[in-house]
């Protein structure tokens, strides 16, 4: 019985380019950590909350959460390798702390504006006996599949090129023809049928401690490493139900986020 909770703070914050872990940046006020623990406490869903931080900041972290509720959340040591391997260690101390948790949740800090109601929808998703449950948004880009290294090296127009040693990041190629690292379109899935998903991601217990072993190799590479914990279901040919998510939800990446998020706060308090 029991609902755990696994908050992934370990993360650099390298988009965010705010010069120290990205949980501890403050919007309105308050640091995203502090933010995204006290949603899942307001849930009044989550028993007890793990949150996943880097080593060299366990004390920091623990000063942020011991604010919501101190005896419902921990601080562990995450990983500086992948997401993945991170929400491993924290699902390895949640159930050594909740040995008999049904439910494991996985959130992102950096979602620190989601709603409780969301966390309510996806935990009674889990116990209505879905063994993986996402929530998740339509999207409104239109999305392309792409590979690099297809195009030949023609001259023309604004090429859209993978940034050198920035893993995800693009940038405007100009005028001049793709470098060595261009990128072609190789298909372009149907719109409706896509979901933009968020957190907190939802499971029986045994479903994702299973999922996490049999993908357990890929955690040692982040380019390999799953970015979300249902794919590692899907992995394993798992079935993955979808939730309806928040716009609030949006995880907080780029400096633009932040400002959203402040503005966000803004409308709230007025
Ligand atoms: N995360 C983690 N351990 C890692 C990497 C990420 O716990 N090794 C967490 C982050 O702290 C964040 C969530 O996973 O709450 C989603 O990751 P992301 O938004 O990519 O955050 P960062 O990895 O910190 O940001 P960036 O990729 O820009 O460096
Ligand atoms: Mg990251």
Sequence with gaps: QGVVAVLTAAGSGRRLGAGGPKALVRVGGLSLLRRAAQGLVDSGVVDHVVVTAPAAEL????????????????VVAGSPVSRQA????GLEAALDRMPGAEVVLVHDAARALTP????????AAVRAGHGAVVP?????????????????????PAYLSAVPDRPGCLESGGEEPPGPWAEAVVGTPERARLRAVQTPQGFSAGVLVS???????????????????????????????????HEQAFKITTPLDLALAEAVLRDEDS
């Design 211 to 245: 999922a996490h072993r049999a993908g357990a190799a890929r955690e040692v590479d982040e380019a390999l490493a799953a970015s979300d914990d249902a794919g590692l279901v899907e992995a394993q040919g798992g079935r993955v139900v979808v939730v309806a998510g």
């Design 116 to 123: 409780p109601e969301v966390t309510r929808r996806v935990v």
């Design 136 to 156: 998740a948004l339509a999207v409104a880009d239109t999305v392309k599949e792409v590979a690099p290294g297809l195009v030949a090296a023609q001259p023309g």
């Design 59 to 74: 004390d920091r972290f623990r000063v942020e959460v011991d604010a919501v509720a101190a005896e419902a959340v921990e």
């Design 86 to 89: 991170s929400v491993r260690l």
